[in-house]
C-alpha cells in the first residue's frame, strides 16, 4: 500500500519530464494536487532505487544533481585535515584560525570538515551520503585529502587519519560488523604499531567492500619529497600527488618566500614518477613577480621540458585574500593582480597548447567571492571558455560522458619525463575528439632509478588506468566502463612493454581495485600489483 507521498511520487514518473524546469513545474502542481510539501529530489531518487523500478528512466538523469561529478567513472570525496602549522610562510596564503594553513573557514569544503569537528570517518560518511542524496552511486571513490603540506604531519596522526577513512568507507550503511559489534571509528590512542595492523585490515576489506576506494590523493610541497616519504604514502595507499608547484620561475618563488627553488619540484617530480604516482601540479599565474607573458611561458615549458610534464593541472590565479602577507602589499599599490580580460587571455592560451594527455582538473579554486579582495572573482571560469568557444584538447575537455561508443581507435603518444619514457595509450573516436579510457605506462631508463625497492627495479610501470563514463558499479549494465577496454588497454601496456624488453610489469593500484588487476594475472607484492611478463 503507497502512502501518499509515494503516490504523488509514482504519478510523476507518468509526465514526459524533459528538463529541470519542466521538472520543477510538475512537483509544484502534484504538491498542491495531493496537499503535500514540494517533492524533495532524494525522495524521489530514493523510489526509483526500488528493485521494481526501471535504472532506465530518463528522470534519473534530471534528478542527479550536478551530475558531472560522476560522470569520469569515479566519485570523488575530498576530506580535509585539522589545523597544524605550516613550514612555509608564502606571501600569498591566508592565515585564519583554527583553519588548515592556506584554507578559508567559508569554503565549502572546510565548512564540511569543521562541522564534522575534522573526523575523518564522519567526513567520508557524510560525503557518501550527500553523493548517494543526490542520485549517484559512489562505489568507486577517489579520496582526496586536503590541508596543505600532509609530508609534516605527525606520523600516528597520518596513520590514524587514514584508517578512518578506509574504515568509514568499509562501514558505509553497514551498522554493525560481522561479530554484530556497532561500527565506529578507530581511536586516537592506538600505537603507531597498532594503526599499521589495523591500516592492513581495513585495506584488505576494502578490495572486497562495496564502496571501493581506488585512489588515495596527498597533496604536499616539493621540498618533503625523498624515497622515505613516498615508501610510507604508498603503505597508506596513496596513488596521486598533488605538488604545491605554483611556479617555476626561481626568481618568482624566492619573492613570494616560497621556500625553495625550481630545483625542488624536479627533484621531486622524478621522485614521484619512479615510484609510479600521478602527478597534479598546482600553479598560481598571476603571482607578484610574473607577468602574463611568463606565466604563459612557463607554462609551455611544463610540456616541453622533460624534468617536469605533469599529468594533471590545477590552474588557481592568484587572488588577494585578508590575512596573507599579498594583502598587505595590495593595500601600500606593491602588487596589482591580472584584470579579467588579461587572465582569460592567459587562461585561453593555456588551454590552446595543452597536450591531449594532461587533465585540467580545475580552472579555479574554490573560494568564496566575499573573501576575494582582489582578483578573479569568476567562479565558472570553465563554462564562460566553452561559452566564448574555446576549445581545449585535455584529457577532462575530451572525456566522453554521457555520450554513446562509436567507432574507435588506439592511439599510442610517445614523450620524455624524467629520465624516462611514458606512453599514453588511450582509446578514442576517430577523430580523436571523444576519449574512452587511457593507460600511462612508464617506461623507466634501465638501472638509473634512484629508488632502492626492489618491487620495482627494472620494472615497466603502470601509473594509471581509467576508463571514463558514467559511474558503473561493476555487475550493472554496461556503459562505457566494464566495456572491456581496460583489459585492452592494459593488453597493450604490456605488449610495449615486452617489446622494450622488460620482464616484469608493476602497476599502482588503488587499494579497492587490487581485484580488478588478480584477475589479469597480477599478484600484490610491496603495495604494488606485479606480473611477469
Not at 550527500?130 to 542520485?135: H, Q
Not at 597498532?194 to 585490515?201: A, C, F, G, P, S
Not at 610534464?309 to 596573507?324: A, E
Not at 623507466?444 to 581509467?466: C, F, G, K, S
Amino acid at each position: 500500500m503507497l502512502n501518499p507521498t509515494e503516490k504523488a511520487i509514482k504519478e510523476l514518473l507518468t509526465l514526459p519530464i524533459q528538463t529541470r524546469e519542466e521538472l520543477l513545474a510538475q512537483k509544484r502542481v502534484i504538491a498542491k494536487k495531493h496537499g503535500l510539501k514540494i517533492l524533495a529530489n532524494s525522495e524521489i531518487l530514493k523510489f526509483l532505487s526500488r528493485p521494481e523500478i526501471s535504472e532506465d528512466l530518463p528522470l534519473q538523469k534530471i534528478l542527479r544533481k550536478r551530475a558531472i561529478r560522476t560522470l569520469s567513472g569515479i566519485a570523488p570525496v575530498a576530506v580535509l585535515t585539522k589545523p597544524f602549522a605550516c613550514p612555509g610562510k608564502c606571501a600569498y596564503c591566508p592565515t585564519e584560525k583554527d583553519v588548515p594553513q592556506s584554507y578559508l573557514s567559508n569554503e565549502p569544503a572546510v565548512m564540511r570538515a569543521i562541522r564534522c569537528g575534522y573526523d575523518p570517518y564522519k567526513q567520508v560518511q557524510l560525503r557518501l551520503k550527500a553523493l548517494e542524496a543526490n542520485g549517484h552511486e559512489p562505489t568507486k571513490i577517489e579520496l582526496i585529502v586536503i590541508g596543505g603540506t600532509w609530508s609534516v604531519l605527525p606520523i600516528e596522526y597520518k596513520y590514524w587519519y587514514i584508517v578512518n577513512c578506509f574504515k568509514a568507507a568499509n562501514d558505509y550503511r553497514t551498522r554493525r560488523n560481522a561479530q554484530g559489534v556497532t561500527q565506529k571509528a578507530i581511536s586516537k590512542k592506538l600505537s603507531i604499531k597498532k594503526l599499521k595492523t589495523i591500516l592492513l585490515e581495513e585495506q584488505k576489506k576494502n578490495e572486497k567492500a562495496k564502496y571501493n576506494i581506488i585512489g588515495l590523493t596527498l597533496e604536499t610541497r616539493p621540498d618533503y619529497i625523498d624515497e622515505k616519504e613516498l615508501l610510507e604514502m604508498r603503505e597508506l595507499g596513496a596513488t596521486r600527488v598533488e605538488l604545491g608547484v605554483q611556479a617555476i620561475d626561481d626568481a618568482i618563488l624566492k619573492l613570494n618566500k616560497r621556500g625553495h627553488g625550481v630545483d625542488k619540484i624536479i627533484d621531486a617530480t622524478k621522485w614521484l614518477r619512479d615510484f609510479g604516482f600521478k602527478i597534479t601540479y598546482h600553479l598560481m599565474p598571476g603571482l607578484p613577480g610574473a607577468t602574463a607573458a611568463k606565466d604563459l611561458k612557463m607554462f609551455k615549458q611544463l610540456f616541453t621540458d622533460e624534468n617536469f610534464q605533469p599529468d594533471q593541472i590545477k590552474f588557481y590565479p592568484t587572488v588577494v585574500t585578508r590575512g596573507s602577507l599579498l594583502y598587505k602589499w595590495w593595500k601600500a599599490g606593491k602588487y596589482k593582480p591580472y584584470s579579467d580580460k588579461v587572465l582569460q587571455k592567459l587562461v585561453i592560451d593555456c588551454k590552446k597548447i595543452i597536450p591531449h594527455y594532461v587533465r585540467i582538473i580545475r580552472l579555479i579554486r574554490d573560494i568564496p567571492g566575499e573573501s576575494i579582495v582582489a582578483g578573479n572573482i569568476i567562479t565558472n571560469l570553465r563554462q564562460v571558455m566553452q561559452q566564448r568557444g574555446v576549445e581545449c584538447n585535455c584529457i577532462r575537455c575530451r572525456e566522453v560522458k554521457e555520450k554513446s561508443i562509436t567507432n574507435y581507435q588506439l592511439r599510442i603518444t610517445n614523450y620524455d619525463a624524467n629520465g624516462g619514457k611514458e606512453c599514453f595509450i588511450e582509446v578514442c573516436s576517430m577523430d580523436e575528439k571523444v576519449l574512452y579510457g587511457f593507460c600511462r605506462l612508464r617506461l623507466p631508463t634501465h638501472n638509473t632509478q634512484r629508488i632502492t625497492y626492489n618491487v620495482l627495479n627494472d620494472a615497466a610501470m603502470i601509473r594509471e588506468l581509467h576508463v571514463y563514463g558514467v559511474l558503473v558499479a561493476v555487475g550493472k549494465d554496461k556503459k562505457i566502463q566494464h566495456a572491456g577496454f581496460g583489459k585492452m588497454l592494459m593488453a597493450e601496456a604490456e605488449k610495449i612493454a615486452k617489446e622494450n624488453g622488460y620482464e616484469k610489469m608493476a602497476v599502482i593500484s588503488g587499494v579497492g581495485v587490487r581485484g580488478y588487476y588478480k584477475k589479469l594475472g597480477y599478484k600484490l607484492k610491496d603495495t604494488y600489483m606485479v606480473k611477469k611478463l
